[in-house]
Nanobody
């Protein structure tokens, strides 16, 4: 188990920036890929970004490419999501997720992007972007 705790959400104006953090505990964190999902009111939870266990490979949903950056610091057992040029459409509860990495990157990403496969979740942090 790798308990996850998010922080860094808040209220920001359109065009602004926020940086989310996801702190993990447990000695096996560096064997897990880490990522972010989000869920807006009345909508399904959707994939946002994922980083592999080493931090070398990343993947994003199309709508955040070029605006969001995912990274990790294994020494601090933390995954980050830096969000720039935020729009009201980015308003949602953002959830950190972790999944044991394996099976090659492209195949792994297809698995990770489906929230039904995720078993390790954080509690969520609210991001609200005002127009």
């Amino acid at each position: 188990q790798v308990p996850l705790v998010e922080s860094g959400g808040g209220l920001v104006q359109a065009g602004g920036s926020l940086k989310l953090s996801c702190a993990a505990s447990g000695s096996t964190f560096n064997r897990y890929a880490g990522g972010w999902f989000r869920q807006a009111p009345g909508k399904e939870r959707e994939f946002v970004a994922v980083v592999d266990s080493s931090g070398d490979s990343t993947y994003y949903r199309d709508s955040v490419k070029g605006r969001f950056t995912i990274s990790r610091d294994n020494a601090k057992k933390t995954v980050y999501l830096e969000m720039n040029s935020l729009t009201p459409e980015d308003t949602a509860v953002y959830y950190c997720a972790a999944y044991m990495y394996g099976n090659g990157w492209s195949k792994f990403v297809r698995v990770f992007m489906d929230p039904r496969t995720i078993r390790l979740w954080g509690q969520g942090t609210q991001v609200t972007v005002s127009s």
